[in-house]
C-alpha cells in the first residue's frame, strides 16, 4: 500500500503536467496575429478581439500599422489575418488571399473644425485631389491655400477606395504633397491645421471634435446616411486571409464571428453597418460607382498592375511608338500638378514603410509618372535611419544619415544664419515653421524637447542652423 501510493501521485502529477501542456500547445494553436490598416484596427479588430476572447476563443495580438503592411505579412505568413479599407487590387499579392468583406463605413473628408467650409460637392473634391483647386476661398472659404494630406502607402485601403471613387482607379496621383504612414498621423495634423484637407473613415473621427467632417452636397456622413447609402461615399471594411496559412481554419473562424449576432454588435458600437446589414448598399454599388464617374467627368480603368498581369502571358515586346502611346493614354488620367510646392521630393518611392522615420514623404518622379509631375515638391523630409541634429554645420556634414540617393532637394527655403529663438504665430503649425526655416520638424522636435507636432500661439521655439 505505501508503495502504490507514491506511483499514483506520481502517474497523476505526469497526467496534470500532460494536461497542462496540452492545454499550453491548444491555446497557442488557438492564438491569432492580426496586421493592418489602423482604421480596420480601431472600428473592427478591438472590440472584436476582446469579444472573441470572452467567448472563450484565444488571444488576437493586433499589430496595426497600414493595408501594405497587413497583406504583405498575411501573403508570407507572419499574420494569420490582416485588415484592409479596400478590396483585392489585383496583383500580385492580392492575387493569392481571401477578402471576406465585414462592414460598411464612410470615407469622410476631413477638415479643422476652424475652417467655415463644411460642404462639398463631388465635383469640389474631386477637383481638389486633382489640383485644379488649391485655395479654400474657391470653395466658399477663407483666401488661404489649401494643405492636402494623404498616406504615403501606395495601396492604403482609405485612400485607394477614395480614388478608385473619384478617378474610376485606386493607383490614381494626386496633388497631395504632405503624406503619412496611416491616417491616425493624418487625423492628428488635420486637428492642428486650419487649412487642412484629408480623408479618413467615419469610424475613426465620429465623436472627435478635433476633426470637422465634410457634407457632400449637403449629407453628413453618418452610420445612418451611410446605410441607407444617401451619402456617396461609402466602402467596405475587410479582414483578409490566407487558405494555406497552418492558422487558416481558426482565422476563418475568427472572420465568420465577426458576422454572429455578437460581433455585428461590436460593429455597430463602432459606428459601422455590418456588411449583412447593408444588403441595399450592394445592389446600388454599380450604379452609384457610374454615377460618381459621370458627375466628376471621369472613367473607370483597370490598375497598372492588371494591365501588366494581363498583358504578361503574351510576352509581346511593345515597339517604341506603342509604348509612347500607351504613355500618352496613362497620362490622360493624370492630374498636372504644376502649382504643387514645397521644399523637397522624395524618390524613387520605396517598396516597404520598413526603417523609415518621418512624418512624411512625398512620391513624385517625373521620369515614372509624365512630364506633369516634373514640378511636383513636397514639404516633408525622408530619413532611413536617425535623423540628424547639427550643432555646427560641420558636424551636420559628418552625422547626417539621410540617403542622398532617396532624398532630392527641389527647391530650398532660406536656411537660418545661426541659432534664434522664434515666436509661434497665430495659425502656425510645426510643418509651416518647419518649411519657413528650412529645416526638418523631427528637428524642431528634437531642439525644443517636443514629444508630439503640438505647438501653441506664442510658443518660443529654438531653431538651429541646418
Given amino acids: 500500500m505505501p508503495v502504490r501510493i507514491p506511483r499514483l501521485l506520481s502517474v497523476a502529477l505526469i ?3 500532460l494536461s497542462t501542456v496540452a492545454l499550453v500547445a491548444l491555446a497557442q494553436s488557438q492564438s491569432l496575429t492580426w496586421r493592418g490598416d489602423v482604421v480596420t484596427a480601431n472600428g473592427v479588430m478591438k472590440g472584436m478581439a476582446q469579444a472573441w476572447q470572452s467567448s472563450g476563443h484565444g488571444h488576437v495580438e493586433l499589430q496595426p500599422f497600414n493595408t501594405a503592411s497587413g ?3 498575411v501573403a508570407s505568413g507572419a499574420a494569420d489575418i490582416a485588415g484592409s479599407a479596400r478590396g483585392s ?17 464612410g470615407l469622410v473628408l476631413v477638415t479643422s473644425p476652424s475652417n467655415p467650409v463644411s460642404s462639398l460637392t463631388l465635383q469640389q473634391v474631386h477637383d481638389i485631389y486633382y489640383g485644379k483647386i488649391t485655395n479654400w476661398k474657391d470653395v466658399g472659404g477663407n483666401d488661404a491655400p489649401m494643405d492636402v494630406f494623404a498616406v504615403a502607402s501606395p495601396g492604403d485601403g482609405v485612400e485607394f477606395s477614395l480614388r478608385k471613387l473619384l478617378f474610376g482607379r485606386g493607383s490614381q496621383p494626386v496633388a497631395a504633397p504632405r503624406l503619412y504612414v496611416n491616417t491616425t498621423q493624418l487625423e492628428a495634423s488635420v486637428a492642428l491645421d486650419p487649412r487642412a484637407f484629408g480623408v479618413t473613415t467615419l469610424s475613426s473621427v465620429a465623436g472627435n471634435s478635433k476633426i470637422k467632417m465634410i457634407r457632400i452636397s449637403g449629407v453628413a456622413p453618418n452610420v445612418s446616411s451611410v446605410a441607407s447609402g444617401s451619402y456617396p461615399l461609402f466602402t467596405e471594411l475587410y479582414l483578409v ?3 494555406s496559412s497552418p492558422n487558416a481554419a481558426n482565422a476563418k473562424a475568427f472572420v465568420d464571428f465577426t458576422q454572429s449576432a455578437k460581433g455585428e454588435s461590436v460593429l455597430r458600437s463602432h459606428s459601422l453597418v455590418p456588411y449583412a446589414d447593408g444588403g441595399a448598399l450592394t445592389a446600388m454599388d454599380s450604379s452609384r460607382r457610374s454615377r460618381i464617374l459621370a458627375e466628376v467627368g471621369a472613367h473607370a480603368s483597370a490598375e497598372p498592375t492588371q494591365i501588366a498581369a494581363a498583358a504578361a502571358p503574351r510576352a509581346v515586346v511593345p515597339t517604341a511608338a506603342a509604348a509612347a502611346a500607351a504613355a500618352a493614354a496613362a497620362r490622360a488620367n493624370t492630374p498636372s500638378l504644376a502649382a504643387v510646392a514645397g521644399a523637397v521630393v522624395a524618390a524613387p518611392q520605396p517598396s516597404s514603410l520598413k526603417g523609415i522615420h518621418g512624418d512624411a514623404f512625398t512620391v513624385a518622379d517625373a ?13 516633408a523630409f525622408v530619413t532611413f535611419d536617425k535623423v540628424p541634429v547639427s550643432k555646427t554645420k560641420a558636424s551636420k556634414t559628418a552625422n ?3 540617403k542622398k540617393s532617396d532624398v532630392r532637394k527641389v ?3 532660406p536656411a537660418p544664419a545661426a541659432a534664434r529663438s522664434y515666436r509661434v504665430g497665430a495659425g502656425e503649425t510645426l510643418y509651416s515653421i518647419a518649411r519657413k526655416h528650412g529645416v526638418d520638424v523631427a528637428q524642431i522636435r528634437t531642439w525644443n524637447h517636443l514629444k508630439d507636432n503640438t505647438v501653441r500661439t506664442g510658443q518660443v521655439l529654438r531653431i538651429e542652423a541646418r
Fill in 15 to 17: 497526467g496534470a503536467s
Fill in 71 to 73: 497583406l504583405d505579412a
Fill in 89 to 105: 487590387a489585383g496583383n500580385a499579392v492580392d492575387s493569392g488571399l481571401t477578402f471576406t468583406p465585414v462592414a460598411w463605413d
Fill in 241 to 243: 486571409t490566407n487558405a
Fill in 367 to 379: 521620369t515614372s509618372h509624365g512630364s506633369d509631375f516634373a514640378k511636383v515638391t513636397a514639404d
Fill in 400 to 402: 547626417t544619415t539621410t
Fill in 411 to 413: 527647391a530650398s527655403a
